[in-house]
């Protein structure tokens, strides 16, 4: 599924490119552009010659062969572009930004599915629909910020939700996290969670891959190989922090309508990630706030000291510590309080 096109194309085509920058189709080739992409880009828009000095092509079928498209268009157009960048282009990665698919009911599902299957036919990766696109060390394809400096070390980061994905990096970079590869999957017509957990373990390298993975799901469609990998990645000492959403009957029905998921058991999805040896965190600043300490290196024993400028934090903070198991021992001497 996740192959070499998706992570280090050659070649990048927008389909949907605009000179606007508000426009998915014009932001992300702005990113592409901005962030020195060093293959070929190239660019499709019946409606335009030329868009941010990029040559625009009036249709697909006119195009030279290329690694990977990244769609925005409507929903209706994605099948008969992506038909021709598969079996005429030689095109075998996708990312599709375009909504009105599975989340929108039985046809925009069937649709889904044809275009899941024009992937699959040609052993291409389908990334979306619904989702605001991936970023690795070779190119930012995302049409919503922030975007990250790469750190070959920082988070890796994969997300059912493109919102989600957004509010976490503009939370977590004034933190000073770094961030690795980050994959917004949408509604998961090909490659979902699992898949991502997969190619982190099978590719994991112990002296250059991240050992932070942050995840936020909508559903979890192979526990079994969900529980594997990430179970897997946690032995070769890899940290895992995940946000289930869909934990509550409403919240469930709210999932079906973002993505078109089924949310699942709340129960035993907290089993599983017990199993698993994910931390679950249940809001999007917790996920955050976890990743922070995992970025910390690890403490060898249970003795910890408190050094605040305010009194209230370092008692509440000296409290919880005192709580989780940890000694705060009392400190002397003459530049110290207690």
């Known amino acids: 599924m996740i192959n070499g096109q998706l992570l280090d194309p050659a070649s990048i085509v927008i389909v949907g490119a605009s000179g606007d920058r508000s426009?998915?189709?014009?932001?992300v080739l702005y990113n592409i552009i901005n962030n020195q992409f060093s293959g070929k880009i190239f660019a499709v828009n019946p409606r335009e010659k030329e868009v941010q000095g990029i040559a625009c092509y009036s249709d697909c079928s006119l195009l030279p062969d290329v690694d990977l498209a990244i769609i925005a268009?409507?929903?209706?157009?994605?099948?008969a572009a992506m038909s021709v960048l598969a079996f005429q282009k030689n095109c075998k990665a996708f990312i599709l930004f375009s909504a009105g698919f599975s989340e929108t009911g039985e046809e925009g599902k069937e649709l889904e599915e044809?275009?899941?299957?024009?992937?699959?036919?040609?052993?291409g990766c389908l990334i979306g629909p619904n989702c605001i696109g991936v970023i690795t060390g070779n190119y930012k394809g995302v049409f919503a910020g922030p975007i990250p400096e790469y750190a070959p070390t920082g988070c890796d980061c994969v997300s059912a939700s493109g919102a989600?994905?957004?509010y976490l990096l503009e939370a977590a970079m004034p933190r000073g996290l770094k961030f690795r590869?980050?994959?917004?999957?949408?509604n998961s017509a090909?490659?979902?969670?699992?898949d991502v957990l997969q190619y982190w373990d099978e590719t994991f390298d112990p002296l250059e891959s991240s050992r932070i993975k942050l995840l936020y799901m909508e559903q979890i469609s192979d526990p079994g190989k969900l529980l594997k990998h990430a179970r897997s990645l946690v032995n070769k000492g890899?940290?895992?922090a995940a946000i289930k959403s869909g934990s509550t009957e409403a919240g469930a029905r709210a999932v079906s309508s973002h993505t078109g998921a089924l949310a699942g058991s709340n129960d035993a999805v907290s089993a599983l990630f017990r199993k698993a040896g994910i931390i679950r965190?249940?809001?999007?600043?917790?996920l955050v706030y976890v990743a922070g300490i995992f970025s910390i290196r690890p403490l060898t024993g249970n003795r910890i000291a408190v050094i605040t400028h305010a009194g209230g934090p370092g008692v509440m903070l000296t409290d919880i510590l005192i709580k989780g198991g940890m000694k705060v021992p009392r400190l002397s001497g003459t530049k110290t309080d207690a």
């Open 23 to 27: 426009k998915p189709g014009g932001k």
């Open 73 to 79: 268009i409507s929903a209706d157009k994605v099948e």
């Open 114 to 123: 044809r275009c899941r299957k024009i992937a699959d036919s040609v052993g």
């Open 164 to 166: 989600t994905m957004v």
């Open 181 to 186: 590869d980050i994959f917004s999957v949408g």
């Open 190 to 194: 090909q490659v979902g969670i699992e």
């Open 238 to 240: 890899c940290r895992i």
């Open 281 to 286: 965190c249940y809001s999007r600043i917790e």
